[in-house]
């Protein structure tokens, strides 16, 4: 891991993620968690403040090194309980049919083999556990997606391997989940190369 993965890149990813209107987005998403969470791609913690008190205990992974400094403040300041692994969504280091809900905001984008870590997301679940996401990604104009891919190479180096055009909905599809919900849309004063949304819930 590199000086810009390690020092640069997560203080650009903590000041950009904390705009307004992506933290609306958050509180939305997790505000009827309850039980026991994991969170793949925790990042810098940016979610925890917003989990409701009937969340008993977050495990959360990420390979970040430099997310991770940024993320023990936060925990150090959280009430729930985190167990924090400097791991890969794509080897969860837990057991299965562990956790109530799994949680990823923004993190599909950036791992090498996202359907890898999706089956490990559904082999975590409990039977009837729920899988809650908000990603970008492809956008379902031709035109938009032609320069998503122009601009693949650009986004990858300075967002740190995410891609622009991952289709998040066909790859979530794949997973044997007994109900998926999926809202698309667009986020406002954002360039449509980046602001295609994916925001739902998968049922194991």
Same mark, same amino acid.
């Given at each position: 891991m590199g000086f810009y993965s390690r020092l640069i890149f997560p203080r650009l990813c903590d000041w950009v993620m904390r705009d307004p209107k992506l933290t609306r987005l958050r509180k939305e998403l997790v505000a009827d968690l309850k039980g026991e969470v994991l969170e793949i791609g925790f990042g810098t913690g940016l979610n925890l403040?917003? @989990?409701?008190?009937?969340?008993?205990? #977050?495990?959360a992974v990420d390979p970040g090194i430099g997310m991770g400094?940024? =993320?023990? +403040?936060? #925990?150090?300041?959280? +009430? #729930?309980? $985190?167990?924090?692994? &400097?791991r890969t969504a794509e080897e969860i280091?837990? =057991?299965?049919?562990?956790?109530?809900?799994?949680?990823?905001t923004w993190t599909l984008c950036s791992i090498p083999d996202a359907r890898r =870590?999706?089956?490990?997301? @559904?082999?975590?679940?409990?039977?009837?556990?729920?899988f809650v996401f908000l990603e970008h990604g492809l956008s379902d104009d031709p035109s938009v997606q032609r320069w998503q891919?122009? %601009?693949?190479?650009?986004?990858?180096?300075l967002a740190d391997g995410c891609r622009l055009d991952l289709d998040v +909905? =066909? %790859? #979530?599809?794949?997973?044997?989940?007994? $109900?998926?919900? %999926?809202?698309q849309f667009l986020l406002e004063q954002t360039p449509?190369?980046?602001?295609? &949304? @994916?925001?739902? &819930?998968?049922? +194991?």
């Open positions: 403040e917003h @989990y409701p008190e009937q969340v008993v205990r #977050i495990a400094r940024f =993320a023990r +403040k936060r #925990i150090e300041q959280s +009430k #729930i309980k $985190v167990d924090q692994r &400097m280091p837990f =057991a299965d049919q562990r956790f109530d809900y799994v949680v990823s =870590a999706l089956a490990e997301v @559904y082999r975590v679940l409990k039977p009837g556990g729920r891919r122009r %601009l693949n190479w650009l986004q990858r180096r +909905k =066909a %790859l #979530i599809a794949e997973q044997p989940f007994s $109900v998926l919900e %999926l809202d449509r190369t980046h602001g295609t &949304m @994916y925001r739902g &819930m998968a049922v +194991k």
